[in-house]
Nanobody, 119 residues
Framework: QVQLVESGGGLVQAGGSLRLSCVASGRTFSSHRMGWFRQAPGKEREFVASITWRVGITEYADSVKGRFIISRDNAKNTAYLQMNSLKPEDTAVYFC????????????WGQGTQVTVSS
């Protein structure tokens, strides 16, 4: 079992920046990809960004391209989400999860961290 813990959320004004962290721990850590997702009130959870652990290949939702940067530190078992030029519509609870292998579902969801962007 792998545990994921997110941190770094908070309240920021529009145009500001935040960096989220997702620390993985547990008996064994082996994943193909780490992903960030978000869920705004009254909306379904949506994909934000992902990164493969070995090579660092990234993917982004169109809504965050050019503003968010996902990265990882393999030695620290940590994935990051640098969020720049934040907009009120980025307000949501942000979750991280891992994809154990290619084509598999994301598992081991963290508890989430709240990001609130004021206008």
């Amino acid at each position: 079992q792998v545990q994921l813990v997110e941190s770094g959320g908070g309240l920021v004004q529009a145009g500001g920046s935040l960096r989220l962290s997702c620390v993985a721990s547990g008996r064994t850590f082996s994943s193909h990809r780490m992903g960030w997702f978000r869920q705004a009130p009254g909306k379904e959870r949506e994909f934000v960004a992902s990164i493969t652990w070995r090579v660092g290949i990234t993917e982004y939702a169109d809504s965050v391209k050019g503003r968010f940067i996902i990265s990882r530190d393999n030695a620290k078992n940590t994935a990051y989400l640098q969020m720049n030029s934040l907009k009120p519509e980025d307000t949501a609870v942000y979750f991280c999860a891992r994809q154990p292998g290619v084509g598999l579902s994301y598992v081991d969801w963290g508890q989430g961290t709240q990001v609130t962007v004021s206008s």
